[in-house]
């Protein structure tokens, strides 16, 4: 079966510098990469989504990455804000729609 | 923008008792789920809903829990006989069709004592 795994529990940045989340995955023939937000209380909140026909997909202030052949996906934000702080959750669709969850990576912005 | 909502946000329940938690996914979804999340890890896929019946479950999915939709609007995830590792956020979540990120509720803090 698939498994998700994120490269850093935490990660530190400063305001107005650029944040970089990495996630790798098991399953090559893994198809739906999605990235979701998650706030204090909060339930998980959809940031970017990416198809493995695509190798990068842009937001507004979001970037994903998507490297097959390594089997590694990663969030950019640009310009990050105090209010980007949460924990972020990779997450790679299953066969029947379900989504399998990495441990999620907690964004501490400093002013 | 609309949201999928989950009630109670939070449930106190005795070990051994039965509990309900209870979802509105967004109107004219079609796929439906439920997720658990223990306090600190991650996300777990719980089971998928979709034409009134189960599509798939996980492992932790056993005979204690089961799902309904007993009606146009509400999406329930019952479980019989509570335990202690039971405890965790419950969220809900919906998807209109295939090819659609999931969106979900903020979930249900479920503690048993």
């Known amino acids: 079966g698939e498994s998700v795994g994120l490269h850093l529990p935490t990660l530190s940045v400063q305001e107005g510098d650029n944040s970089i989340i990495n996630c790798a995955y098991s399953?090559?023939?893994?198809?739906?990469f999605i990235w979701y937000k998650q706030e204090s209380g909060k339930g998980p909140q959809f940031i970017i989504d990416i198809r493995s026909n695509m190798d990068k997909r842009q937001g507004q202030r979001v970037t994903v990455l998507l490297n097959k052949t390594v089997k590694h996906l990663s969030l950019q934000i640009a310009a990050t804000q105090p209010g980007d702080s949460a924990v972020y959750f990779c997450a790679v669709g299953g066969s029947q729609g379900n989504l399998i969850f990495g441990k999620g990576t907690k964004l501490s912005v400093k002013p | 923008e609309p949201e999928v909502t989950q009630t109670p946000s939070h449930q106190v329940t005795q070990m051994g008792q039965e509990v309900i938690l209870r979802c509105v996914p967004i109107s004219n979804h079609l796929y439906f789920y439920w997720y658990r999340q223990i306090l600190g890890q991650k996300v777990e896929f719980l089971v998928s809903f979709y034409n009134n019946e189960i599509s798939e479950k996980s492992e932790i999915f056993d005979d204690q829990f089961s799902v309904e939709r007993p009606d146009g609007s509400n999406f329930t995830l019952k479980i019989r006989s509570t335990k202690l590792e039971d405890s965790a956020m419950y969220f809900c979540?919906?998807?209109?069709?295939?090819?659609?990120?999931?969106?979900f509720g903020d979930g249900t803090r479920l503690s048993i004592l």
């Open positions: 399953n090559s023939a893994s198809d739906y």
């Open positions: 979540a919906s998807i209109g069709r295939g090819n659609q990120p999931q969106h």
